[in-house]
């Protein structure tokens, strides 16, 4: 799968947490591995031109979805014939992301990875225009985000252990310093 992150607006981002939690998403909902996500950083002007053209509404918003292709979810990567080839495009505004974070009482990377998840829910169909979509999309979406984090926080948990593993092999004179510095621990003896 290939996600292409462009930041045009002037904000630094966690770029790969972004890659991650959209592949994430992607992986969960059964997308095709050959589908292409494309996430676009803009500033408020931007997104605010792009809020009154596309949605008739004024001023900027936060995230805006621009599906490409049909999706064909049921088709695996062995099929004969192409795939789906762009997904579409979820386009995040991180300034106004940043007033919703501190209005939710959370960091600007937990409110873009949240509109990103969002985003690409609505690229799948997800809607929250009645009550009870609105009940399921959001019900999916924070499912999504606290597996993926969840998930994080495991690979955190173990490149400390194996790290912590490392230094104590190493200072055992199991692990030689470059071992320590480029992977795994190996015996001395080798």
Known sequence: MTIEVANESG?????????????????????????????????????TELHVKWMDEPGPTDVMSFPMDELDTARSPDDAGP????????????????????????TLDDELHLLTVHGILHLLGYDHAEAEEERAMF??????LDAWREQRAEQGRGAVTRAADTAV??????????????????????
């Open 169 to 190: 092999l190493g200072a055992a004179g199991f692990v030689d310093d470059a071992a320590r510095d480029s992977g795994p621990p190996q015996s001395a003896a080798q």
């Open 11 to 47: 904000v630094g981002v966690d770029e790969p947490a972004l890659v991650s939690v959209a592949r994430y998403a992607l992986d969960r909902m059964g997308i095709n591995p050959l589908a292409e996500l494309s996430v676009l950083l803009i500033d408020v002007p931007t997104m």
């Open 83 to 106: 795939g789906p080839a762009l997904l579409g495009d979820v386009v995040l505004c991180p300034d106004v992301a940043a007033e919703q974070a501190v209005t939710a009482g959370h």
């Open 139 to 144: 019900r999916l979406q924070n499912e999504l």
